[in-house]
């Protein structure tokens, strides 16, 4: 192939014609978008709270609402009994109480909530409730889960899921090896730390049914799960997902909603639930702690032979997201951007009475590529080669099959990063920087594989509206939530190409569970989604706006959809007839409408394994690193993202960057710690993530050609950006310093204590 | 928290949005709660409510000043400006404008305060240089961007206006 894909910088200059503003963007900067938690304006409107546990593990003995009920300006106190369907929910399974009845697992167990006239009353009836527990030992980390000693959480006891994977003969392999490398590695408790906390209402209507418009990733999910918990129909309950302050995964579970849900219920008012960000801490979904341990041998050419990862993820008290967690992991874990002959990985997911861990942008994907990274690093500097001749040496290429057989889809030969990272601008570092004064300079790089959609064949299917309004509008929508990621403007992009109109045509829906169901806004897939329905429903909807417009003009000239209506393809350049004439030239009934449902792409495999769909990333990145505080400071990123065409740059490079600042949080900033299921911190005084002062210099170059006879062009590039950044950091770290921080986030002080030990131990 | 410090006993008056306001309040109360709650003012964001990540920054005389930490009391007599008393203002505009142009918002919910503080310091100093307006920026926080666009506005706004 004499086609050979190049990285292009995507800035404005490179991308003038794709470059515009996010529709939403006027809005929004002049703070005029409103979101789930400005819902103030209901008559009557009530505020709730809700009561968390006050033991990480305890038995309840009696819960008395009276007195908080009694309160003046308390509306309804609601407990498990005001249930009126199914007391549980998850999207996996439905193993969590939406109120304890008999026992608390976590800090975070919801016991009862209030609705009263003001938050300061709801606030001081929580104080009212009077709950009798009886304390149980606790499980405070994965290590004692396992123990054959532990308390069972749940029923089927502490290990909610294990995972096996890889092929050959892993001891047979590692007896083959000349250089062998192994190390422990641990990732941290993040916190998604959404600007705008959980929050929404619930509104009840006319007819007993309940209204939401709430924070969430999926208003279908959300409505499923919230009727049988309310004991209504599915048609009584709407939930619509507004466009809201962040989501990156935290949102894919319930949060308030059934309480508020219930409380409204119970109240025939709205209910306004809006956590403050104790409350998000103490309730909220974290990132996976994860420890591991590694083992990676190549033979005397650098070649890898034997790959093996055991890991444990801390997933709290119930299981979220959790199997599915395990599961991308894992499937990052067996080093799937390299050629091995001999891969195991262990995985065991094990419920403790902390924070409970779901989804997380990256996924688990980015915590097992930490590892897998640093390993490579590790043998290369053992077997005397460059990291990036080391996997030169042994990256797969887009035909190979996946690590367990199956068929994926790579956009382009990995080759093509790596070379673009070699070639990065970063590696030259100016030699007064190298080693001035108190500062070291370095730099690292790593590689990064990401799947689109929910992958390992689990159920994943999407779905789309089209249909001429009467004012004339195209109107298009989507169950996808806009949470900043820029679904919107991909949307927008997207159908002016598909369907030959402008912008100012479309009448863009999203997030209503009345509306159609696209899947959850997760796995990056709402892109994806997005072509493919838009690839579908084109031919069908132009063929009957054209036919329509034939019939009204009684013309038999040929036409063609274009922006503000039909235009004539002879001559060019003459418009035949608005979308607005068209709309009020038919009855109501006769407007086109189309509706689509279908499969996400998972390839030609009965058994699908992993994601079909790949993307690829390196990430370059140089530090500077202060010898006197053991502090990091990002200078510069540089990443080189292959993710198929860009629908709409500013929203791509600000996903990649997002993500890439994300993740260095996690590397080198974030946790929560825990101590016997109690929480170390509760509030952003303690839990720091990235400033402007901190934030690095980057650059964001693009891989848009994908290889022949791959269908899909259009990929969903949300959890990119955080893949390779982990290890390409601590890389750098190692370049400056000659330490490499195997437990994130990699604080100064340990860092500095490891410098300290190195200088001390030099002869 | 107990009701009895909210309890509206103290007679507030202060400018909100240019508009002088005459209440009873707590002295307690907090100025994001009169706000967001009473007035109905939703611009001002609630993040941390310990004025750790600038979501709910207001301007209090001129300056850029979380409303989460502000009781009633300490308005009294003085002058604040949400968001949307400084929609209308050019300095606010070039702003947002420019927040527009380098695509440096996502999910948005930071940008009421981030605007705020920007425009304060460049009210407090129309020929604030790149770093003073970083410096400005210290108190507010962005999850979604990684900041690299906001890095491209403070540029932007750091050049002085040709006809300045």
């Known amino acids: 192939m004499n086609n050979v894909p190049t990285a292009v910088p995507l800035d404005q200059k490179h991308f003038a014609e794709r470059w515009n503003a996010r529709p939403d963007s006027t809005e929004k900067a002049y703070g005029l978008q409103q979101y789930p938690t400005d819902e103030l304006h209901w008559p009557g409107l009530l505020h709730g709270r809700i009561l968390r546990s006050a033991w990480p593990h305890a038995h309840i003995l009696h819960i008395d609402l009276s007195q908080a009920r009694s309160l003046p300006g308390v509306r309804a106190v609601v407990c498990a009994e005001d249930i009126p369907g199914t007391n549980s929910y998850g999207i996996i399974f439905r193993d969590q109480p939406v109120f304890c009845t008999d026992r608390v697992r976590f800090l975070g167990d919801a016991i009862a909530a209030v609705a009263a006239d003001s938050p300061e009353i709801a606030a001081h009836a929580l104080t009212l409730i009077k709950v009798v527990y009886e304390p149980l030992p606790n499980i405070g980390d994965s290590q004692q889960a396992l123990a054959s000693a532990a308390p069972r959480l749940h029923p089927d006891g502490n290990l909610l899921d294990s995972s096996r994977l890889g092929h050959g003969d892993i001891d047979a392999g590692f007896a083959q090896c000349s250089y062998i490398v192994d190390r422990r590695y641990s990732t941290p408790r993040q916190m998604h730390v959404f600007m705008e906390t959980e929050g929404g209402v619930a509104i009840p209507e006319q007819d007993g049914s309940l209204t939401f418009r709430v924070g969430c990733q999926s208003g279908h999910r959300d409505r499923d799960q919230l009727a049988d918990i309310l004991g209504l129909p599915q048609h009584k309950v709407r939930v619509i997902g507004l466009s809201t302050g962040g989501g990156f995964g935290g949102k894919d579970e319930l949060t308030m909603q059934p309480a508020a849900g219930l409380l409204a219920l119970k109240t025939g008012r709205p209910v306004r639930i809006h956590y403050d960000r104790q409350e998000s801490t103490r309730a909220g979904i974290k990132r996976h702690p994860i420890q591991m341990f590694a083992r990676t041998g190549c033979d005397a050419e650098g070649r890898l032979i034997a790959h093996q990862l055991h890991a444990v993820l801390d997933t709290g008290a119930y299981a979220s997201l959790g199997p599915a967690v395990l599961t991308n992991f894992s499937d990052h874990a067996a080093a799937p951007l390299y050629r091995i002959p001999h891969v195991e990985v262990q995985g065991q997911l094990v419920y403790t009475n902390n924070s409970v861990a779901g989804a997380f942008r990256g996924f688990g994907g980015n915590q097992a590529t930490f590892a897998v990274e640093s390993q490579l690093d590790k043998l290369a500097l053992a077997a005397g080669l460059s990291p990036a001749e080391l996997r030169r040496r042994n990256l797969r290429t887009p035909d190979d099959d996946g690590v367990e057989g199956q068929s994926q889809q790579m956009p382009c030969h990995p080759n093509t990063l790596l070379n673009a990272a070699i070639a990065s601008p970063l590696w030259q570092i100016n030699p007064a920087d190298a080693e001035h004064g108190r500062w070291l300079s370095g730099v690292g790089m790593a590689l990064g594989a990401q799947g689109n959609g929910l992958g390992n064949g689990l159920p994943d299917s999407g779905g789309a509206s089209l249909r001429l309004t009467k004012q004339g509008h195209i109107q298009l929508a989507f169950g996808f939530i806009e949470y900043g990621q820029g679904v919107v403007a991909a949307v927008q992009a997207l159908a002016c190409e598909a369907l030959g109109c402008s912008a100012e045509d479309l009448d863009i829906r999203l997030g209503d569970s009345d509306g159609p169901d696209s899947g959850p806004t997760s796995a990056s897939r709402s892109t994806v989604i997005a072509t493919e329905a838009l690839r579908r429903l084109r031919d069908d909807w132009q063929q009957q706006l054209i036919q329509l417009g034939k019939s009204l003009l009684g013309d038999h000239r040929a036409l063609c959809t274009g922006a503000g209506g039909l235009w004539y393809d002879e001559p060019k350049g003459k418009r035949a007839i608005s979308y607005q004439a068209l709309a009020s030239g038919v009855k109501d009934l006769s407007l086109p409408a189309l509706k689509i449902h279908f499969d996400f792409p998972t390839g030609p495999d009965a058994q699908p394994k992993g994601r079909y769909l790949q993307l690829l990333i390196a990430t370059v990145a140089r530090v500077r690193v202060d010898r006197f505080t053991g502090s990091v400071k990002v200078s510069h990123l540089h990443h080189i993202a292959a993710g198929g065409k860009v629908i709409h740059p500013p929203s791509y490079r600000g996903q990649i960057e997002g993500a890439a600042v994300m993740g260095m949080g996690m590397a080198l900033l974030e946790d929560v710690p825990m101590h016997n299921g109690e929480y170390q911190l509760d509030n952003l005084d303690a839990y720091l993530i990235p400033t402007l002062a901190d934030a690095p210099a980057q650059q964001v170059d693009v891989i848009e050609t994908i290889v022949a006879g791959d269908q899909y062009p259009v990929r969903g590039i949300g959890e990119l950006g955080i893949e390779a950044i982990s290890p390409a950091l601590m890389a750098a770290i190692q370049d400056a310093t000659g330490i490499r921080p195997c437990d994130l986030p990699a604080r100064p002080a340990a860092l500095l204590a490891a410098m300290t030990a190195a200088e001390e131990n030099l002869p | ?164």
């Open chain 2, 1 to 164: 928290m107990s009701t009895e410090n909210t309890t509206p006993n103290m007679q507030l008056n202060f400018t909100l949005n240019g508009q002088l306001l005459n209440m009873r309040v707590g002295p307690a109360r907090r100025l994001l709660d009169i706000l967001r709650l009473d007035q109905g003012l939703t611009g001002p964001k609630e993040g941390c409510s310990i004025g750790r990540c600038g979501a709910c920054t207001i301007q209090l005389d001129g300056a850029a000043v979380p409303a989460c930490l502000l009781l009633a009391y300490q308005v009294q007599g003085k002058e604040v400006i949400t968001v949307e008393g400084l929609r209308s203002k050019p300095a606010f505009q070039r702003v947002a404008d420019s927040l527009i142009e380098h695509g440096a918002l996502q999910c948005g919910y930071c940008i009421p305060g981030i605007a705020t503080s920007l425009t304060a310091a460049l009210t407090q100093r129309p020929n604030a240089s790149e770093g003073e307006l970083e410096q400005a920026m210290h108190g507010n926080l962005c999850r979604c961007t990684g900041y690299s666009g906001l890095q491209q506005v403070i540029k932007d706004l750091a050049t002085p206006a040709p006809n300045n």
